[in-house]
């Protein structure tokens, strides 16, 4: 796996390459690949980052461009950046991650994180009817309890993200998140993690 083979991480190096100053704590913003996702999420997220006093960065999906991003957050300074969003997890103490695989690889990296999802609702209503689980995020689904908090549609506001923000920004809070991470690490058994995650999902979606 990519996350497993990664090279060791020069923090300084990549607040530079970043445009980062590490004054105050880091967050990694996630929004999706998807236009609808991006649009109603991104906003909002980045309003909550700078209500709370981070620094934060985007992790530009490879679908997207820089301009794209600019016209959802017209007037803003971007912190974008493209095909590195291992290092971004790294460098970051904190991130607001879409749903999706991006939700496992921020756990396997390490990175303290709260799950969000605001999209279509006719489309989200229909994906719960076809496939019944409990949960949106890979982490939670794999450990088949709520370990990351997720914030799905109508609990996806400025309020709630930034309550879930400063809970991250709590020691013991880390300090849980980052024992349940090495609980899901052991699960999962390291290289070759993607596929386990498969086959623990497709059995708990098919029993």
Not at 172 to 196: H, T
């Amino acid at each position: 796996d990519a996350i497993s083979e990664r090279p060791a991480f020069d923090r300084k190096k990549h607040l530079k390459e970043f445009s980062l100053t590490g004054d105050a704590q880091i967050l990694a913003l996630l929004p999706g690949s998807r236009n609808q996702e991006i649009g109603k999420m991104l906003p909002l997220m980045v309003e909550a980052a700078e209500a709370e006093g981070l620094e934060w960065i985007i992790a530009g999906a490879p679908s997207q461009d820089s301009a794209f991003y600019q016209k959802i957050l017209p007037g803003k300074n971007l912190k974008l950046v493209f095909g590195r969003t291992y290092e971004i997890l790294e460098i970051a103490d904190m991130a607001l991650v879409a749903s999706g695989t991006a939700t496992l690889e921020t756990a396997l990296i390490g990175t303290p994180e709260v799950v969000c999802y605001k999209g279509n609702w006719m489309s989200y209503f229909i994906a719960r009817i076809l496939v019944k689980i409990k949960y949106i995020s890979l982490v939670n689904l794999i450990m088949d309890r709520e370990l990351v908090t997720e914030l799905i549609q109508e609990n996806f506001t400025l309020g709630k993200i930034q309550m879930e923000l400063r809970k991250l920004g709590d020691n013991r809070r880390r300090k849980e998140l980052l024992e349940f991470y090495q609980q899901l690490r052991e699960k999962l058994g390291g290289a070759g993690a993607s596929e386990k995650a498969a086959q623990l999902i497709y059995g708990d979606i098919s029993s």
